[in-house]
Every structure is written in structure tokens, then in C-alpha cells.
């Protein structure tokens, strides 16, 4: 019995579009690795082993092993720990900006030499990264049945490289919305507390979190995230002791007050603030703070919804990267949860006719987190991208909200 033409048309636009992501990943991981060799010491997507992140926190997890921790927060000792451990890390500058949990994660990986310890912690980025998408995808593969698809898209992920290549700690980041996330599946909202409170290492990333909490009344949330964050400040205690806290307590101002020196690359930032600060100085920081009070406000009303966990869950993690004033590249990985979650809930039958748009958004911000990332000029296009899809899920939300007020409203009539 022949196939209907429409089928075979859709089967033939699966397979195409199947070979054009296999193609892109290949390019793309390509020109990763060959910049990886060659060495190139840009700061970013280019970074290679001689410049990467992950040099910082190395030097972080040696002084934390030795209790050098007075060096931890001074920029010109610590500057020249850098130096003495990675020499090839010299033309860079890390300000002593992470809470002092982050030193004790990565004590662990001092022991063995920095080439050594920087291969294994790209090794676990990658294989748990590979985990995240595998249950991520799982749960809506009824809505994205291609598996190779979807694994394509997720290899091909631009921050993901950024992320691999610089040997930044954004994996730990995402771990803990994966793990939050399985535990609220599994109704129980303490222990995805205790998984949230792990964002302390990157307190930026937990802005809307901090919201849905409190607007949903998530208490028993609320509980574990404090345990989790009373736990890691008892562990700093008992291992670097106070000095830490205080060292760290007096890094702040400088932080706060002078986040924009603090940027190697600014056009890598990925925020809304990135988009905001393109206009008059007198208007950017209120345009930046009425954008970021829009987003949360729609971030918690999208909360409270009837909206699966997972979908709600997605948008606030897209709202944590668009108000979060530091959001990197590298960063942008956390993206890999909605951009599944959110992709699957514009499949179902009643936004099918939509989706066609969702698809198209999400294929221009890859397009444009590598292309902003390659030529090194700041577009931001990635940033209207991102508040496109995350203006277009909500608004399906609302809908979905307005159109079950109106069959409640009609049965009780």
C-alpha cells in the first residue's frame, strides 16, 4: 500500500533536516577542535588549554587544599598563584569573584597536574552533559520522537563547545536544575531545594527561582535551598574557616560596583543588560530593571499556572539567563533543558500550527550564539531571539489559562 504523498513529503523533510544538523555538527566541532590545537588565546569561544577558565579554578581548588586561603581573595597574590601554577594563564586576569564553596569543589582536581585535571573535568562535563539531554528527552519524547535529532541539535549547541573549550563550571549550574527538576517530578520539593540552593556558586542564576519560591509559597522548596546553602557555608567553615567569608565579604563592592570591568568580553554576555546597555546611559538601567520586573512577573504568573511541571520549569530557566546581568556563552548551556521542554510543549495538537515558529527561532539563535561568538562583534541578536521564544511560550501558557477559565466558567453556567 503506497504512502499518502503528504507522509512521504514530511518523511523526506525529517531525513534532509536530519542530514543538514549531522553536517553543522561536524563543521562545527570541527573548527572547536582545530582552534583547541592550534592554541588560539581569545578569551570566549576560542579559548583553548592555555587560556581556559578552568585555570582559575584550578588555582582556586590548589590554594583551597593547601589553606592558602588569604590568597584566595587577594587579586595580586592570587594573580600570581595563577601564574605559578599555569604560566601560560599569565596574559590573562581573574578577579577573586566566587563564593568560597567553589575553591573546595574543585580542591579534588589539584592533585594531579593542570593538562590532567583539565582533561577529566572536560570528560565529566561532557558525560553529564550527554546524561541531562538523554532525561531531558526522554520525558517528552512522545512530542520529539527523532532521537537523533534532538542529540544532533544538543551536540551542535554553540555554548556547548564555549563551555568545553574554556573548561568553565556552568556544567555544575545545569547539574543542579536537572536534579531540581527530577526531584520536583518526583513530589519532592526539599530535595529539589537542596538541588537549587547549589545555584549559591552562581547566585545570579537564582533570581526567578528566588521568585517562584516566594509567589508560589514553595516553602518546603525554600527549606531545602536554605539547608543546601547553610550546608556549603559549614563545609567552608570547617575547611577554610572564617578568614574565607571575610575575604570573600570584601570582594563585593569591587564586584558590584565595578561588574562591567570585570567582563574579558562583553559582547559574550547574553542578557538582557547586554541588549539594555546599547541605549543613552541615562536610560539603560531603568530600561534593564522594568525589562527584568516584566520577565519575573510573567515568569511567576507562568509558575502558578496549569501548565506541566516541566514547561514551567523551562521558563524559568530562560528567565534566569535573560535577567541574570553576567550570562556568558558559556552559560547559555542551561538553554539545552527548555529549549527541549519548551520545543516539545509547542508540539502538542492545539499550537502544531505555531511551533513551525518556535523551531525557526530556536535555528537563528543557534546561528546567532555562533556567529556573535566567531566574528566577535556584538549583535545581540541572540537576546531578542531568546525574549521571542520566551514572550511566545508564555503567551501560549495565557492562553491555555484563559481558554480552561472559559470552560470552568461555561460548566458552571
Known amino acids: 500500500m503506497p504512502l499518502p504523498d503528504t507522509l512521504v513529503h514530511r518523511i523526506a523533510r525529517l531525513r534532509q533536516g536530519k542530514a543538514r544538523a549531522i553536517v553543522l555538527v561536524v563543521i562545527l566541532w570541527t573548527l572547536a577542535i582545530g582552534v583547541g590545537a592550534i592554541g588560539a588565546s581569545l578569551r570566549g569561544i576560542s579559548a583553548s588549554k592555555e587560556s581556559a577558565d578552568f585555570a582559575h579554578f584550578y588555582t582556586l581548588g590548589y590554594l583551597a587544599r593547601l589553606h592558602h586561603v588569604s590568597t584566595l581573595y587577594d587579586a595580586t597574590a592570587l594573580r600570581q598563584a595563577h601564574i605559578d601554577l599555569v604560566p601560560s594563564s599569565s596574559a590573562h586576569v581573574y578577579p577573586p569573584v566566587y563564593p568560597p564553596q567553589v575553591p573546595l569543589m574543585f580542591a579534588p582536581f589539584s592533585v594531579m597536574s593542570y593538562e590532567h585535571a583539565l582533561l577529566l573535568w572536560n570528560a565529566l562535563t561532557a558525560m553529564l552533559y550527554a546524561v541531562i539531554v538523554w532525561t531531558a528527552w526522554k520525558s517528552v519524547s512522545d512530542r ?21 573549550l574554556t573548561g568553565q563550571n556552568t556544567i555544575i549550574v545545569l547539574a543542579a536544575l536537572w536534579a531540581g527538576w527530577l526531584a520536583l517530578e518526583g513530589k519532592r520539593p526539599m530535595l529539589a531545594g537542596l538541588a537549587f540552593g547549589v545555584l549559591a556558586i552562581k547566585p545570579q542564576f537564582g533570581i526567578p527561582f528566588a521568585v517562584v519560591v516566594l509567589a508560589g509559597r514553595e516553602w518546603a522548596m525554600l527549606g531545602g535551598a536554605l539547608t543546601s546553602i547553610a550546608a556549603q557555608a559549614g563545609a567552608v567553615w570547617l575547611m577554610l574557616g572564617w578568614e574565607a567569608f571575610d575575604g570573600f565579604a570584601r ?39 522594568a525589562l527584568v ?121
Open 251 to 289: 570582594t563585593l563592592p569591587m564586584t558590584f560596583g565595578q561588574y562591567q570591568a570585570l567582563e574579558s568580553k562583553p559582547f559574550m554576555n547574553h542578557s538582557l543588560r547586554s541588549l539594555t546597555q546599547l541605549a543613552p546611559a541615562w536610560m539603560a538601567t531603568p530600561l534593564w530593571a
Open 144 to 164: 520529539l520522537p527523532n532521537r537523533a535529532m534532538a542529540f544532533t541539535a544538543a551536540a551542535a549547541f554553540p555554548p556547548l563547545w564555549s563551555l568545553l
Open 293 to 413: 520586573l516584566a520577565v519575573l512577573w510573567y515568569t511567576a504568573r507562568t509558575w502558578r499556572s496549569a501548565a506541566p511541571l516541566h514547561v514551567r520549569l523551562g521558563v524559568v530557566i530562560f528567565a534566569s539567563g535573560l535577567v541574570n546581568p553576567h550570562f556568558q556563552i558559556y552559560d547559555v548551556t542551561i538553554l539545552a533543558l527548555p529549549l527541549l521542554w519548551l520545543g516539545a510543549f509547542m508540539q502538542e495538537p492545539a499550537r502544531q500550527a505555531r511551533s513551525a515558529w518556535y523551531w525557526k527561532a530556536v535555528f537563528w539563535l543557534f546561528a546567532a550564539l555562533f556567529i556573535q561568538s566567531a566574528i566577535n562583534v556584538p549583535l545581540y541578536a541572540s537576546v531578542v531571539l531568546m525574549m521571542g521564544l520566551f514572550a511566545m511560550v508564555v503567551r501560549e501558557i495565557a492562553a491555555d489559562e484563559r481558554a480552561r477559565q472559559w470552560s470552568y466558567a461555561t460548566r458552571a453556567a
